[in-house]
Every structure is written in C-alpha cells, then in structure tokens.
Nanobody
Framework: QVQLMESGGGLVQAGGSLRLSCKVS????????MAWYRQAPGKQRDLVAKITDGGTTNYADSVKGRFTISMDNVRNTVSLQMNSLKPEDTAVYYCYADIRAYNSMYWGQGTQVTISS
C-alpha cells in the first residue's frame, strides 16, 4: 500500500532552518505531483508548496523566497527546505502526493513544526 512518511519536523528558533522530507513507499509510479500543506490549530489546511513531476513549482506567497520544494524521483522523496523561519510558520505540515496511475491522492500523517520567538 502507498504510504507517505514525513520526517524532519521539530522545534527551532525564529530565523532558523528546517528541512522536511517525505518518503513515498509502496508505489510503483512516480507521483504526478507532490506538495506540502500546513495546518495550524483552528485554521484550514493550506498549500505551502507544490511540485509536479515536470518540475513546476508553486509556493504560497507567505513562504516565497524562504522555502524550497524539491523532488527526488529516484528515491521517491519530496523535501521542503525551510529557511528564515517565523513563528507564524508553526503548524502541522502534511505531505501530499497525487498518483494518477492509482487514481488516488495520499496524505502523510503530518509532522509538527514549531517556531519559537
């Protein structure tokens, strides 16, 4: 079964950096698109960054210039390099994968990112 496993979350001071990784397992196909979403308590889940299998990326305005999403098709991973972190970046970050070959979308269980001031 396809599973997404996030790693790299944690606690970091404002201005610091974190690198999130998401490993896709159980899939015989490269995802058509992968993304990172985040959800703070009491808030909706919002798109942070997205990357397609063609390499096209999209970023939320709030993270442009600070976050970089990348995909490693060989290792079936997607990463999110987060720099210049702010307290407002605090949220649970969820990995997302769209695998059209399975007509399915997948979510990781989420990893907590907490930025202290």
């Amino acid at each position: 079964q396809v599973q997404l496993m996030e790693s790299g979350g944690g606690l970091v001071q404002a201005g610091g950096s974190l690198r999130l990784s998401c490993k896709v397992s159980g899939s015989g196909f490269v995802p058509n698109a992968m993304a990172w979403y985040r959800q703070a308590p009491g808030k909706q889940r919002d798109l942070v960054a997205k990357i397609t299998d063609g390499g096209t990326t999209n970023y939320a305005d709030s993270v442009k210039g600070r976050f970089t999403i990348s995909m490693d098709n060989v290792r079936n991973t997607v990463s999110l390099q987060m720099n210049s972190l702010k307290p407002e970046d605090t949220a649970v970050y969820y990995c997302y994968a769209d695998i059209r070959a399975y007509n399915s979308m997948y979510w990781g269980q989420g990893t907590q990112v907490t930025i202290s001031s």
